[in-house]
């Protein structure tokens, strides 16, 4: 839970200010695609680095998703008609945190813990896809993804297993 909320916290002013600069769906579909690779990491964690370090994606894309969705209820209402979006915004979030531990608890009865992380890898791309096709997402950045590419795989570098050494 510590990654997490580590992510999280700590990425909330930075990728709402990304969201200002590189636009709000573009940030939105970036953060549920990155809270997808989290969850696919922890999924298939197999010793505690890997976990925590999905555990911290996901943290970090979460961070992006509440000032991006809160930026684009301010975008499309008009202030004298936003409290009632920016409420149900704030309510699904509230309402996250004390249903998804449930939903968890569900799960678990029927299944190991790997499969929340599993179902929020659906549903985290479920909402990706869905937010791009409603959102319209501009056409890709060329240097925001050749850079996506290269942090991916020092990443996947770092977190690769390392050569065992022989003895000859």
């Known amino acids: ?74 975008d499309r209402w008009p202030p004298e008609r936003r409290a009632l979006p920016l409420g149900v915004v704030g309510a699904v979030q509230e309402a996250g945190a004390v249903l998804g531990p449930l939903a968890g608890a569900a799960v678990l009865a029927f299944a190991d813990w790997r499969a929340i992380f599993w179902l929020n890898l659906l549903l985290g791309l479920a909402l990706a896809v869905g937010a791009a096709v409603t959102g319209g997402v501009r056409r890709p950045d060329p240097l925001g993804l050749g850079l996506a590419a290269l942090t991916a795989l020092a990443l996947g570098l770092q977190l690769a297993a390392p050569l065992r050494w022989r003895r000859t």
């Open 1 to 74: 839970m510590g990654g997490f909320l580590l992510g999280y916290t700590a990425t909330l002013p930075l990728l709402g200010r990304l969201a200002d600069l590189r636009g709000r769906v573009p940030v939105l579909v970036g953060c549920l695609l990155l809270f997808a690779l989290g969850s696919l990491l922890t999924a298939t964690a197999d010793t505690l680095g890997p976990a925590v370090i999905g555990r911290g994606l996901q943290g970090i894309g979460a961070g992006g998703l509440v000032p991006a969705t809160l930026a684009l209820v301010a």
